[in-house]
Protein backbone atom coordinates (compact mmCIF):
# COMPACT_ATOMS: atom_id res chain seq x y z
CA UNK A 1 0.00 0.00 0.00
CA UNK A 2 1.43 3.29 -0.63
CA UNK A 3 1.21 6.56 -0.14
CA UNK A 4 -2.56 7.99 0.24
CA UNK A 5 -2.78 11.21 -1.64
CA UNK A 6 -5.96 13.46 -1.52
CA UNK A 7 -5.35 16.61 -3.65
CA UNK A 8 -8.61 19.48 -3.38
CA UNK A 9 -9.04 22.90 -4.81
CA UNK A 10 -11.81 25.25 -3.58
CA UNK A 11 -13.94 24.20 -6.76
CA UNK A 12 -13.62 20.23 -6.47
CA UNK A 13 -11.57 17.09 -5.92
CA UNK A 14 -9.04 17.27 -8.51
CA UNK A 15 -7.22 13.67 -7.92
CA UNK A 16 -6.98 10.53 -5.08
CA UNK A 17 -5.40 8.00 -4.96
CA UNK A 18 -1.92 6.00 -3.93
CA UNK A 19 1.42 7.03 -4.98
CA UNK A 20 5.06 6.19 -3.95
CA UNK A 21 6.21 9.62 -5.06
CA UNK A 22 4.59 13.41 -4.50
CA UNK A 23 6.88 16.41 -4.97
CA UNK A 24 5.24 19.94 -4.09
CA UNK A 25 6.38 23.66 -3.84
CA UNK A 26 6.34 25.18 -0.94
CA UNK A 27 7.32 28.83 0.29
CA UNK A 28 10.33 27.10 1.28
CA UNK A 29 11.10 25.21 -1.99
CA UNK A 30 9.98 21.99 -3.26
CA UNK A 31 9.31 18.79 -1.20
CA UNK A 32 9.50 15.19 -1.58
CA UNK A 33 7.13 13.20 0.06
CA UNK A 34 6.94 9.16 0.45
CA UNK A 35 5.81 6.51 3.32
CA UNK A 36 6.91 7.15 6.73
CA UNK A 37 7.85 10.85 6.02
CA UNK A 38 7.58 13.18 9.26
CA UNK A 39 4.48 14.72 9.89
CA UNK A 40 4.25 18.59 7.94
CA UNK A 41 2.46 21.29 7.22
CA UNK A 42 3.72 23.94 4.74
CA UNK A 43 2.06 26.64 2.29
CA UNK A 44 2.14 25.38 -0.91
CA UNK A 45 3.26 28.03 -3.22
CA UNK A 46 2.62 28.62 -7.09
CA UNK A 47 3.84 25.41 -9.20
CA UNK A 48 3.47 22.03 -9.79
CA UNK A 49 2.49 18.88 -7.97
CA UNK A 50 4.27 16.42 -9.46
CA UNK A 51 2.32 12.29 -8.54
CA UNK A 52 4.45 9.58 -9.25
CA UNK A 53 2.00 6.39 -9.29
CA UNK A 54 2.43 3.16 -8.15
CA UNK A 55 2.56 1.83 -11.56
CA UNK A 56 5.19 4.75 -12.52
CA UNK A 57 2.19 6.90 -14.61
CA UNK A 58 3.05 10.08 -13.50
CA UNK A 59 0.35 12.81 -13.00
CA UNK A 60 0.97 16.96 -12.87
CA UNK A 61 -1.32 19.69 -11.42
CA UNK A 62 -0.77 23.05 -11.38
CA UNK A 63 -1.87 24.25 -7.79
CA UNK A 64 -1.68 27.58 -5.97
CA UNK A 65 -2.41 29.54 -2.95
CA UNK A 66 -3.11 26.59 0.00
CA UNK A 67 -0.62 24.19 2.58
CA UNK A 68 0.40 20.40 1.98
CA UNK A 69 -0.04 18.35 5.11
CA UNK A 70 1.68 15.21 5.73
CA UNK A 71 0.00 13.31 8.69
CA UNK A 72 0.72 9.32 9.24
CA UNK A 73 0.39 7.87 5.48
CA UNK A 74 -1.88 10.64 4.37
CA UNK A 75 -0.93 13.35 2.15
CA UNK A 76 -3.18 15.99 1.56
CA UNK A 77 -3.05 18.97 -0.59
CA UNK A 78 -5.38 21.39 -0.49
CA UNK A 79 -5.14 24.91 -3.14
CA UNK A 80 -7.30 27.90 -3.73
CA UNK A 81 -6.87 27.14 -7.62
CA UNK A 82 -5.77 23.42 -8.81
CA UNK A 83 -5.97 21.48 -12.29
CA UNK A 84 -4.60 18.53 -13.68
CA UNK A 85 -1.79 19.97 -16.38
CA UNK A 86 -2.87 18.40 -19.97
Known amino acids: MGLQVTL ?3 ESE ?3 GE ?14 FMQGHEPVLAILAAG ?4 TQED ?3 VIADARDGF ?3 EGN ?3 VVAG ?6
Open 14 to 16: VWT
Open 68 to 70: VSM
Open 48 to 51: QVRI
Open 19 to 32: ANLVVAKTTEGEIG
Open 74 to 76: VLT
Open 56 to 58: GTK
Open 8 to 10: VSA
Open 81 to 86: HAALAS
